[in-house]
Protein backbone atom coordinates (compact mmCIF):
# COMPACT_ATOMS: atom_id res chain seq x y z
CA UNK A 1 0.00 0.00 0.00
CA UNK A 2 1.31 3.56 -0.77
CA UNK A 3 1.46 6.30 1.45
CA UNK A 4 -1.38 8.11 -0.60
CA UNK A 5 -3.27 4.86 0.34
CA UNK A 6 -2.66 5.02 3.73
CA UNK A 7 -3.30 8.97 3.67
CA UNK A 8 -6.47 8.37 2.14
CA UNK A 9 -7.81 5.40 4.47
CA UNK A 10 -6.90 7.85 7.34
CA UNK A 11 -9.09 10.45 5.77
CA UNK A 12 -11.94 8.08 5.17
CA UNK A 13 -12.16 6.57 8.62
CA UNK A 14 -11.30 9.26 11.25
CA UNK A 15 -12.50 12.47 9.21
CA UNK A 16 -9.07 14.53 9.25
CA UNK A 17 -8.21 16.38 6.48
CA UNK A 18 -5.32 15.30 4.46
CA UNK A 19 -3.10 17.39 6.09
CA UNK A 20 -3.73 16.28 9.33
CA UNK A 21 -3.95 12.61 7.96
CA UNK A 22 -0.39 13.36 6.72
CA UNK A 23 0.84 14.33 10.32
CA UNK A 24 -0.57 11.17 12.29
CA UNK A 25 0.91 9.13 9.47
CA UNK A 26 4.52 11.09 9.68
CA UNK A 27 4.46 10.80 13.13
CA UNK A 28 3.68 7.08 13.87
CA UNK A 29 6.38 6.83 10.87
CA UNK A 30 9.05 8.59 12.91
CA UNK A 31 8.65 6.52 16.15
CA UNK A 32 10.78 4.19 14.60
CA UNK A 33 13.45 5.90 14.92
CA UNK A 34 13.29 6.66 18.16
CA UNK A 35 16.54 5.06 19.27
CA UNK A 36 18.34 7.91 17.13
CA UNK A 37 16.79 10.98 18.08
CA UNK A 38 17.08 13.19 21.22
CA UNK A 39 13.74 15.14 20.84
CA UNK A 40 10.53 14.01 19.80
CA UNK A 41 7.27 16.00 20.14
CA UNK A 42 4.40 14.89 22.20
CA UNK A 43 1.38 14.69 19.51
CA UNK A 44 -2.18 15.30 20.89
CA UNK A 45 -5.43 14.63 19.35
CA UNK A 46 -8.24 16.80 21.20
CA UNK A 47 -11.93 16.72 20.43
CA UNK A 48 -15.76 16.61 21.41
CA UNK A 49 -17.06 13.50 22.13
CA UNK A 50 -17.94 11.45 19.07
CA UNK A 51 -15.22 13.36 16.76
CA UNK A 52 -12.60 10.37 16.32
CA UNK A 53 -10.14 10.52 18.59
CA UNK A 54 -10.55 6.90 19.41
CA UNK A 55 -10.22 6.02 15.48
CA UNK A 56 -6.83 7.72 15.21
CA UNK A 57 -5.54 6.40 18.53
CA UNK A 58 -6.44 2.62 16.95
CA UNK A 59 -4.79 3.89 13.94
CA UNK A 60 -1.69 5.17 16.03
CA UNK A 61 -1.32 2.08 18.14
CA UNK A 62 -0.79 -0.19 14.81
CA UNK A 63 1.60 2.05 12.94
CA UNK A 64 3.70 3.40 15.58
CA UNK A 65 7.29 1.75 17.21
CA UNK A 66 6.02 -0.45 20.34
CA UNK A 67 2.91 1.17 21.35
CA UNK A 68 1.42 0.79 24.30
CA UNK A 69 -2.19 1.71 25.14
CA UNK A 70 -3.82 2.52 28.64
CA UNK A 71 -6.73 5.32 30.11
CA UNK A 72 -6.02 8.16 31.78
CA UNK A 73 -9.52 7.70 33.77
CA UNK A 74 -9.26 6.42 36.58
CA UNK A 75 -5.61 5.49 36.85
CA UNK A 76 -3.96 7.21 39.83
CA UNK A 77 -1.32 9.15 39.62
CA UNK A 78 1.13 6.84 40.94
CA UNK A 79 0.11 4.38 38.74
CA UNK A 80 0.87 6.47 35.37
CA UNK A 81 4.05 7.65 36.86
CA UNK A 82 5.26 4.22 37.36
CA UNK A 83 3.85 2.77 33.97
CA UNK A 84 5.55 5.53 31.71
CA UNK A 85 8.89 4.75 31.83
CA UNK A 86 8.31 1.35 30.72
CA UNK A 87 6.43 2.68 27.31
CA UNK A 88 7.54 3.29 24.11
CA UNK A 89 5.10 4.93 22.34
CA UNK A 90 2.28 5.89 24.61
CA UNK A 91 -0.64 6.11 23.94
CA UNK A 92 -2.76 7.67 26.65
CA UNK A 93 -6.52 7.64 26.31
CA UNK A 94 -8.38 10.16 27.93
CA UNK A 95 -5.38 11.63 29.04
CA UNK A 96 -7.43 14.93 30.04
CA UNK A 97 -7.20 13.55 33.82
CA UNK A 98 -3.15 12.81 33.84
CA UNK A 99 -0.83 15.03 35.41
CA UNK A 100 0.96 17.17 33.26
CA UNK A 101 4.03 16.82 35.35
CA UNK A 102 4.76 13.66 34.09
CA UNK A 103 4.91 14.47 30.13
CA UNK A 104 6.76 17.08 30.34
CA UNK A 105 10.15 15.77 29.99
CA UNK A 106 9.40 12.62 27.91
CA UNK A 107 10.25 15.00 24.92
CA UNK A 108 13.75 15.32 25.27
CA UNK A 109 16.09 12.72 26.03
CA UNK A 110 18.91 14.87 27.59
CA UNK A 111 16.26 15.96 30.59
CA UNK A 112 13.58 12.96 31.01
CA UNK A 113 15.29 10.99 33.33
CA UNK A 114 12.98 10.43 36.92
CA UNK A 115 14.38 9.25 40.60
CA UNK A 116 13.53 5.61 40.87
CA UNK A 117 14.28 3.36 44.12
CA UNK A 118 15.17 0.05 42.83
CA UNK A 119 15.21 -2.95 45.24
CA UNK A 120 18.14 -5.19 45.67
CA UNK A 121 19.66 -8.16 47.43
CA UNK A 122 21.24 -5.29 49.82
CA UNK A 123 17.90 -3.27 50.01
CA UNK A 124 17.10 -0.27 48.11
CA UNK A 125 19.19 1.61 46.00
CA UNK A 126 18.61 4.77 44.03
CA UNK A 127 18.84 4.60 40.15
CA UNK A 128 17.20 6.87 37.52
CA UNK A 129 14.72 5.65 34.92
CA UNK A 130 14.39 6.78 31.62
CA UNK A 131 11.30 8.34 30.50
CA UNK A 132 11.95 9.78 26.78
CA UNK A 133 9.68 8.14 24.32
CA UNK A 134 6.75 9.04 21.92
CA UNK A 135 3.33 10.40 23.39
CA UNK A 136 -0.10 10.09 22.23
CA UNK A 137 -2.31 11.72 24.04
CA UNK A 138 -6.75 11.89 23.72
CA UNK A 139 -7.78 15.20 24.93
CA UNK A 140 -11.03 16.96 25.02
CA UNK A 141 -8.93 19.88 25.76
CA UNK A 142 -6.03 21.38 25.50
CA UNK A 143 -3.05 21.65 27.18
CA UNK A 144 -3.07 23.73 30.79
CA UNK A 145 0.23 24.79 30.56
CA UNK A 146 1.94 26.26 27.83
CA UNK A 147 5.25 24.13 28.73
CA UNK A 148 3.30 21.12 27.31
CA UNK A 149 1.79 22.58 24.37
CA UNK A 150 4.96 23.74 23.07
CA UNK A 151 6.10 20.67 23.53
CA UNK A 152 2.96 19.26 21.23
CA UNK A 153 1.89 18.49 17.40
CA UNK A 154 -1.73 19.29 17.79
CA UNK A 155 -4.34 17.36 15.78
CA UNK A 156 -7.85 18.80 16.42
CA UNK A 157 -10.93 16.32 15.29
CA UNK A 158 -14.05 17.44 14.37
CA UNK A 159 -17.76 16.20 13.42
CA UNK A 160 -17.32 14.75 9.66
CA UNK A 161 -20.46 13.29 7.91
CA UNK A 162 -20.24 9.45 7.07
CA UNK A 163 -17.86 9.10 9.71
CA UNK A 164 -18.70 6.53 12.53
Do not use: W
Not at 59 to 72: D, E, M, N, P, R
Not at 82 to 106: M, Q, V, W, Y
Request: charged letters at 25%; a negative charge.
Amino acid sequence: MYLEEIIGEIVKVSGLSERQAKIVLYYAGATHGLLHLRKFPILCVQGEPGTGKSAILEILQVLCKGASKFTGRGTSEAAARDELPFLGTAIIEEADTIKEDHLFNRHDRSISKMPYKEAGEDGYKQTNLQLFGATVLHRRDGADSGALASRSIDIHTRFSEGVA
